[in-house]
Structure formats: structure tokens, C-alpha cells
């Protein structure tokens, strides 16, 4: 079974610096995605950024970029110019191809930033 | 587009009381989630419709828990009896085919 491990609960960086949130999977496919999604304080899941496994590429969405290691089952998130509102819990996630698109989530890392 | 509408945001009860929660998906979603989230935890799928069929409802306790999707479109989750440990947020989520899943602002239940 495939499992996701987010093995920092919480980091902090200072505003407008740049932090990395670290991911690792578990999983024998070959083909799969993987997510991050950003939960505010009391507020809405969202999607940060997502990567198909069959893409070399690393997915980028403006300040948001992610660093994808297929072979080491790594999916860090790299967040530059942190701002105050990037302050959430981050949660990793993986999907499989033809899973009925079930989500296997990782447990999170909080995210702080410091003004 | 509107996005995943829930109803209520906060609900607080006694246990052994019941509780109902209310989904509407994105228009033209068909695939339509339950999770519950503990504080501090990921979320856990409950359980997974596609249009008005379940696919998935391994981990749902059906001896308390129930949910039904009627005409594929909303969706209600219930609790009876509530016991302490289903204090949790209660998120719904929606996705068209094997696009992400967009979800909803949850229910944060609470159990006295």
C-alpha cells in the first residue's frame, strides 16, 4: 500500500524568505500524482501545485515550485518571498492512475511565518 | 464557478445526540468525498459517490455514520448516536474525472 510521509510537523521562516516543505512516498506504480494542498487556520483546502510522475519537469506556480525526485520518492514544496499569508498547514499527497482517483495524504507541516 | 458549498460551519452537540451535515458540489462533478480531519491529522476518507453510487465506503462506521447522494448532485452525512471521538472539521470535496479535488470550507463539529 502506498503511504506519504511529511516528517516535518511544523517549520517557520522569516517574511519574504524562502523555505522548503519536505514529502516522501511509498509506492511500486510507476504512473501517479502527487499534490500539495494549503489548509489556512479555519479556512478551505486548496490546491497549491500537482506533478504527474511521467513528467520530468518540475511543476512551478509562481512563488510556489516543487523539486520531484522519482527515484528517490521525494516531492519537497519550495516556497520563495514567504509571505504572511502563506502561513497554513501543508499537506502532501499522492494519487494514484485508476484509484478512483483517491487521495493518500500525508499528516502535514505547519507552516509559520514570522514577520 | 461557485465552488463546494457546506452547511453548517460550526455545529455542537451533546453525545448520543444525532447530526446531520449537507454537501453541494461543483456544478457537473460527479465524484463527490466525505473526509473527516482531527485536529493536527490529515484528512480520512469516509466515503467516495460517483453520481448517486457509492464506490468506496470501507472506512465509514456504518453503525453510526450514514450518507446518502440522492439525485448525484448534493449530499448529506449523518451521525447517530455521536460519541466524543467524531468531534472533528467534516470536509466535502467534489472532482470531475481525473481532475483535483476541490473542496469545501467543512463543518467543525464538536461533541460535548
Known amino acids: 500500500a502506498q503511504t506519504v510521509t511529511q516528517s516535518q510537523p511544523e517549520m517557520s521562516v522569516q517574511e519574504a524568505e524562502t523555505v522548503t516543505l519536505s514529502c516522501t512516498y511509498d509506492t511500486s506504480e510507476s504512473d501517479y500524482y502527487l499534490f500539495w494542498y494549503k489548509q489556512p487556520p479555519s479556512r478551505q483546502m486548496i490546491l497549491v501545485i500537482r506533478q504527474e510522475a511521467y513528467k520530468q519537469q518540475n511543476a512551478t506556480e509562481n512563488r510556489f515550485s516543487v523539486n520531484f525526485q522519482k527515484a528517490a520518492k521525494s516531492f519537497s514544496l519550495k516556497i520563495s518571498d514567504s509571505q504572511l499569508g502563506d502561513a497554513a498547514m501543508y499537506f502532501c499527497?499522492?494519487?494514484?492512475?485508476?484509484?478512483?482517483?483517491?487521495?493518500?495524504w500525508g499528516a502535514g507541516t505547519k507552516l509559520i511565518i514570522k514577520p | 464557478e461557485a465552488g463546494v458549498a457546506q452547511s453548517p460551519r460550526y455545529k455542537i452537540i451533546e453525545k448520543r445526540q444525532s447530526v446531520a451535515f449537507w454537501c453541494n458540489p461543483i456544478s457537473g462533478h460527479a465524484t463527490l468525498y466525505w473526509y473527516q480531519q482531527i485536529l493536527g491529522q490529515g484528512p480520512k476518507l469516509l466515503i467516495q459517490?460517483?453520481?448517486?453510487?457509492?464506490?468506496?465506503d470501507s472506512q465509514l462506521p456504518k453503525d453510526r455514520f450514514s450518507a446518502e447522494r440522492l439525485k448525484g448532485v448534493d449530499s448529506t452525512l449523518k451521525i447517530q448516536p455521536a460519541k466524543l471521538e467524531d468531534s472533528a472539521v467534516y470536509l466535502c470535496?467534489?472532482?470531475?474525472?481525473?481532475?483535483?479535488?476541490?473542496f469545501g470550507d467543512g463543518t467543525r463539529l464538536s461533541i460535548l
Open positions: 499527497a499522492y494519487r494514484s492512475e485508476g484509484s478512483n482517483y483517491q487521495l493518500i
Open positions: 470535496a467534489s472532482s470531475s474525472g481525473n481532475q483535483p479535488q476541490h
Open positions: 459517490f460517483q453520481n448517486n453510487g457509492v464506490v468506496d
